[in-house]
């Protein structure tokens, strides 16, 4: 695949991908593939992948009583550090997050999975320290340790994002009054863009581009994320409404959501947890549905059915301001490319190839704007 997302799949060596999920079942991967190499943000702010070390590998001791499993213990991730690691009797994960992000902040995630799971919804918990705390501080960076779960497939199907979503309705419902606090809010880097200031988000990217000297194809990806941005933006002024917002999960997709025997076996990567619209959420599902599977928007009958299954996990219906929401919001999924990664990558190289490889999917976000009444329609058909 040639897509390059923040902090999930698509993983490439070099490139700054999505990946960071650390209970993938083909292990193990080797270390030192120059994850992260080029993919700090901000002028630095961001920071860069931890690296295994003697140092790591004696905290990790002290503080959990677990040492790498084998020779090549890291299990990818391009935000994370993911060790697979074990104490001589069971395998466990050990994460080490990048600078940016707070104990606070992962003291948060944490609450929300403990929530999630005592409800039933399938997340691994942090295994305390020596201290007793959920989270130790290694060098300037949070460090937790979780239970290895072995689920061996990803939500990569159509028959798996059907079930998936019926959890994510789930997730949904369960976090609706769960109490949101600074911390869980609002992570600093992550796959995400509000409609509000789209069109001014966007351009922080654009001006990017065209500040680089872009190529003639560069300079025209530019020119499309500024129109798709406006036409959205139109759009949004029309609507009645805005949709409330709640904690999300803010990346569930593929290797975040992992099957066991046809079921979800674990929910995981819950560094984009924010404060955002359910439809924002679902639709970034959808999203991916449509630009790495099949096509749902170009039929009605998928679009509803998969909307339809999350509503089963959610157990209520969505409003029809809601439902006219999501093609809006799948239709901006693209431009977080632009006005979070291309804007802030500080290695311009890095940059530029994310934003090559953004293409194919701002083309497809422009064609669905052509038929978002259309498709609206069909959603508002199935309630």
Same mark, same amino acid.
């Given at each position: 695949?040639?897509?390059?997302?923040?902090? !999930?799949?698509?993983?490439?060596?070099?490139?700054?991908?999505?990946?960071?999920?650390?209970?993938?079942?083909?292990?193990?991967?080797?270390?030192?593939?120059?994850?992260?190499?080029?993919?700090?943000?901000?002028? !630095?702010?961001?920071?860069?992948?931890?690296?295994?070390?003697?140092?790591?590998?004696?905290?990790?001791?002290?503080?959990?009583? *677990?040492?790498?499993?084998?020779?090549?213990?890291?299990?990818?991730?391009?935000?994370?550090?993911?060790?697979? *690691?074990?104490?001589?009797?069971?395998?466990?994960?050990?994460?080490?997050?990048?600078?940016?992000?707070?104990?606070?902040?992962?003291?948060?995630?944490?609450?929300?999975?403990?929530?999630?799971? &005592?409800?039933?919804?399938?997340?691994?918990?942090? #295994?305390?320290?020596?201290?007793?705390?959920?989270?130790?501080?290694?060098?300037?960076?949070?460090?937790?340790?979780?239970?290895?779960?072995?689920?061996?497939?990803?939500?990569?199907?159509?028959?798996? /994002?059907?079930?998936?979503?019926? %959890?994510?309705?789930?997730?949904?419902?369960?976090?609706?009054?769960?109490? &949101?606090?600074?911390?869980?809010?609002?992570?600093?880097?992550?796959?995400?863009?509000?409609? $509000?200031?789209?069109?001014?988000? %966007?351009?922080?990217?654009?001006?990017? #581009? @065209?500040?680089?000297?872009?190529?003639?194809?560069?300079?025209?990806?530019?020119?499309?994320?500024?129109?798709?941005?406006?036409?959205?933006?139109?759009?949004?002024?029309? @609507?009645?409404?805005?949709? @409330?917002?709640?904690? /999300?999960?803010?990346?569930?997709?593929?290797?975040?959501?992992?099957?066991?025997?046809?079921?979800?076996?674990? *929910?995981?990567?819950?560094?984009?947890?924010? $404060?955002?619209?359910?439809?924002? $959420?679902?639709?970034?599902?959808?999203?991916?549905?449509? *630009?790495?599977?099949?096509?749902?928007?170009?039929?009605?009958?998928?679009?509803?059915?998969?909307?339809?299954?999350?509503? &089963? !996990?959610?157990?209520?219906?969505?409003?029809?301001?809601?439902?006219?929401? #999501?093609?809006?919001?799948?239709?901006?999924?693209?431009?977080?490319? #632009?006005? %979070?990664?291309?804007?802030?990558?500080?290695?311009?190289?890095?940059?530029?190839?994310?934003?090559?490889?953004?293409?194919?999917?701002?083309?497809?976000?422009?064609?669905?704007? &052509?038929?978002?009444?259309?498709?609206?329609?069909?959603?508002?058909?199935?309630?």
């Amino acid at each position: 695949m040639g897509r390059t997302r923040i902090n !999930g799949h698509h993983t490439m060596v070099g490139n700054p991908a999505r990946r960071s999920t650390s209970h993938a079942e083909d292990l193990p991967v080797t270390s030192g593939l120059g994850f992260g190499a080029v993919d700090d943000a901000a002028g !630095g702010q961001r920071g860069t992948r931890a690296v295994v070390s003697a140092d790591l590998e004696g905290f990790l001791r002290a503080n959990w009583g *677990v040492w790498p499993a084998g020779p090549a213990p890291d299990l990818g991730g391009s935000s994370n550090l993911n060790l697979l *690691v074990t104490d001589g009797r069971s395998r466990q994960v050990a994460r080490v997050y990048r600078p940016f992000v707070t104990g606070q902040r992962v003291a948060a995630l944490q609450a929300v999975r403990h929530h999630l799971a &005592s409800h039933g919804v399938p997340c691994a918990e942090p #295994i305390p320290a020596a201290g007793g705390r959920g989270w130790e501080t290694f060098e300037g960076r949070a460090v937790e340790v979780e239970p290895y779960v072995a689920a061996p497939a990803a939500m990569n199907t159509l028959t798996r /994002v059907r079930t998936g979503l019926a %959890v994510l309705g789930r997730i949904h419902a369960l976090l609706q009054a769960f109490p &949101s606090s600074p911390a869980a809010a609002a992570p600093r880097f992550a796959n995400y863009i509000a409609a $509000d200031g789209l069109v001014e988000a %966007v351009a922080a990217g654009t001006r990017r #581009i @065209r500040a680089w000297q872009p190529t003639p194809a560069e300079a025209r990806l530019a020119d499309l994320a500024d129109e798709l941005a406006e036409t959205l933006a139109q759009h949004e002024r029309d @609507r009645p409404t805005q949709p @409330r917002r709640q904690l /999300v999960h803010g990346d569930f997709w593929d290797n975040n959501v992992r099957f066991r025997h046809g079921q979800v076996a674990l *929910v995981t990567d819950f560094d984009f947890l924010g $404060d955002h619209p359910r439809t924002d $959420d679902l639709a970034l599902t959808l999203y991916f549905t449509s *630009v790495d599977l099949t096509d749902i928007t170009s039929d009605p009958a998928p679009l509803t059915e998969l909307a339809d299954a999350y509503e &089963s !996990g959610l157990g209520t219906r969505l409003s029809q301001h809601e439902r006219a929401a #999501i093609p809006l919001a799948m239709a901006r999924q693209p431009l977080w490319s #632009i006005s %979070v990664w291309v804007a802030l990558l500080d290695d311009q190289d890095g940059a530029r190839r994310h934003l090559a490889a953004t293409a194919p999917e701002l083309e497809w976000a422009l064609q669905l704007t &052509s038929r978002i009444a259309q498709v609206q329609d069909a959603l508002a058909e199935d309630t």
